[in-house]
């Protein structure tokens, strides 16, 4: 018997990811060299793969060509939204761990992206701080960072975005935990309030995209 779905979403399973998954790895010309990235611990902390596309389309269709991501991890994220870059375009992406940078530098030279990355060492707030004293602007911020500092990384960029510019937010769902009345991790807390804050602050200017763990979108005014 089929469970009744009263919403338009349809349920993912498992099976239904990888045939989501399977579309968009296809025409990947660096498929390889990205499926072995998650082969290494704590590989689930990355976008999937119809995320990192997306993300890739997105940009194209907006023509950017000045991005900024917080949060590189081991560069997965990052060798998408490059690739989603004209040749010129620029993407800077701030991390403090120097050891996944490690990681990440070798995989953007294996998928060739690397003369478009500029990778910025240190804390989150203090380099969004700099970035706003130097008065750089960008087309699009991604965020896919701490959630105990996503508000403040939301406004921060907001500061660093051109009129008619795009932040998105990764980890909107949390793995379904927002919607959990008892919710002890801070890091779900943190989620569900900024959740809250954004839609009541921005009202028609957002939207939480119900597809991998959840992905809000913001265009400033």
Not at 96 to 122: C, H, M, P
Not at 135 to 140: A, K, L, S, Y
Not at 196 to 211: G, M, Q, R, S
Request: charged content about 30%; hydrophobic content about 40%; glycine content about 4%.
């Amino acid at each position: 018997m089929v469970q009744k779905n009263d919403s338009k979403n349809t349920p993912i399973d498992s099976k239904l990811s990888s045939y989501i998954e399977n579309f968009h790895k296809k025409p990947l010309k660096n498929l390889k060299v990205l499926e072995e990235t998650f082969q290494i611990d704590h590989s689930h902390l990355q976008i999937p793969f119809s995320e990192g596309v997306f993300l890739k389309v997105f940009l194209k269709s907006l023509s950017a060509k000045k991005v900024l991501e917080i949060g590189t991890f081991r560069g997965f994220s990052s060798v998408f939204l490059a690739e989603g870059l004209p040749k010129e375009g620029v993407l800077t992406t701030i991390d403090f761990d120097q050891r996944n940078y490690s990681l990440a530098e070798s995989l953007w030279k294996k998928t060739k992206v690397s003369k478009k990355i500029r990778f910025l060492k240190g804390e989150g707030l203090p380099l969004l701080n700099s970035l706003i004293k130097e008065r750089e602007i960008f087309d699009v911020v991604f965020i896919d960072a701490d959630k105990q500092n996503m508000k403040e990384y939301f406004l921060k960029s907001l500061k660093l975005l051109r009129s008619g510019g795009v932040v998105l937010v990764d980890n909107a769902l949390w793995s379904g935990k927002v919607v959990e009345k008892d919710q002890k991790r801070e890091s779900v807390r943190c989620t569900t309030e900024f959740n809250e804050f954004v839609f009541k602050t921005y009202k028609e200017n957002v939207c939480l995209i119900p597809a991998w763990d959840g992905v809000i979108l913001v265009v400033k005014n």
